[in-house]
């Protein structure tokens, strides 16, 4: 099983690359401690000791200045140092490329690194070749996970829903190439939400994801009846010209998040969206920026949550030592 | 186990609140450490009839130990009720040892202001102190062997007990 590589021999979490294969329980001490570590933002000096000392390396071979930008914050928070290493540029027979990399960091005595990467399994490939002490964070790889913002949606979820054993949540978009749809699928259903829906067009929906617990849905309205939360994917624009969608006019007509279609779900319903959004073409901006959206908080809660992971993968060397009073 | 006759904490408490009302300055924040000294700080609190709201605070991320130990499984919110900048902080734990956790729970204060003076409350003050750190106000001092842990469990009823310290 290759999720198991984020296990430490002892059976706890040293790298955190997929949401698939940790139970409820790992899940539920990562939102439970970003719960303490929202307060941190609260105070008149925003920071904590816990990781002082400690190098981390946000390593992005593909763009994200949001994402990155909070791993950064996250982990300044904590007081490590941040190095930030922007390597889209060097493509060019990248799986040799990016071993060599990070070699090179971990002699620098890197702690953390946070990867990112347009490939499927390259922070799997680099955690298989890092000795015990160094952590690798997946930023998000390819079509396969994004897990931390998994973790954030599950932690803004929480803080407006409490039990996800009551929800019916609609995941709506790009199913089939979004990373962000698998980690949030998986998280979803180990925390056992009542009712997973993915909608979109047949062409994006994934072919047996029923598989993983869901219920699909190709037409819209038909599939936010009465859900409690929302979570819409960013329409990748290069997909259009794969001819896997129509036009961009076509598909906010029928895949468009708008007010009308809003008034289907429960009236309490939250509107999440992992953001940059693409106003006007999964989105409309009045659903946006209304009343039921939350797509700034989530931004908030991120730097929390990825503090909250950071600490989990930096736990202890040696846990059975009893804290001194 | 041990047949020391422990003393009843809510006494020992009583004891702490009038010689805290002694030198009391006006309007002092009252803030307890996670977990036990948040069930000692509740009844000071009570006993001592402040009006400014309980404080509690969980120095988890504070610790000096966090890369051998880890985060506690635990981690508790932390409550400043008040603006901490220039007040008078009355900080109470349950057992004084190392000095350790009131190290940190210092920093953590630090973190939310700067006060005009903290004053420490321990229910119980033991030896074996490896900071400079000294307790204003105890409840009582008690000569335990190093192998000993003592431990108070509560928080409806407040309850002292020793027991071996597994090592």
Sequence with gaps: ?325 | MNSTILPNPDELISAMGASLRSNLVDDPILIGIHTGGAWVAKRLHANLGLTTPLGSIDISFYRDDFSRIGLHPEVKMSEIPDDIEDRSVILVDDVLQTGRTIRAALNEIFSWGRPAVVQLAVLIERGARELPIQPDVVGVRLNLDPSQHIKLSGPEELKLTIMKKHL
């Design chain 1, 1 to 325: 099983m290759k999720s198991l590589i984020q296990f430490d021999q002892d059976g706890r979490l040293t790298h955190f690359l997929t949401i698939r294969g940790l139970n409820r329980e790992t899940l539920s001490e990562i939102l439970d401690d970003a719960e303490s570590f929202i307060s941190i933002g609260e105070r008149q000096i925003r920071k904590v000791p816990l990781l002082r000392g400690r190098t981390l390396v946000n390593l992005f071979f593909e763009d994200s200045t949001r994402t990155r930008t909070t791993f950064e914050i996250a982990a300044k928070r904590l007081s490590a140092d941040v190095i930030n290493l922007n390597a889209s540029r060097l493509s060019t027979n990248k799986g040799e490329r990016i071993l060599d990399t990070i070699r090179t960091l971990e002699a620098m005595h890197t702690d953390i690194f946070v990867i990112r990467d347009n490939a499927s399994g390259t922070s799997h490939l680099l955690a298989e070749h890092m000795p015990p002490h160094v952590h690798i964070i997946n930023a998000g790889d390819g079509r396969h996970e994004h897990p931390t913002q998994a973790m954030l949606d599950m932690f803004t979820i929480r803080r407006h829903k409490k039990d996800f054993g009551d929800l019916r949540v609609a995941i709506v978009g790009d199913i089939l190439h979004s990373r962000v749809a698998r980690s949030q699928i998986h998280a979803l259903g180990i925390l056992g939400t009542r009712d997973i829906r993915v909608i979109g067009p047949r062409t994006l929906l994934p072919t047996e994801i029923e598989r993983l617990g869901v219920n699909t849905f190709s037409d819209l309205d038909e599939g936010l009846e009465g859900v409690d939360v929302i979570m819409m994917l960013r329409l990748q624009l290069e997909r259009m010209e794969g001819q896997l969608i129509p036009s961009s006019q076509e598909y906010f007509r029928r895949y468009g998040l708008t007010t009308e279609r809003v008034r289907r779900a429960d009236p309490d319903v939250i509107v999440m969206h992992p953001g940059p959004i693409n106003r006007g073409l999964e989105i409309a901006s009045e659903v946006a920026d209304g009343e039921n959206s939350l797509i700034l908080e989530q931004v908030t809660n991120g730097i929390a949550v990825r503090m909250s992971i950071m600490a989990k993968v930096m736990d202890g060397q040696n846990s059975s030592q009893e804290a001194d009073k």
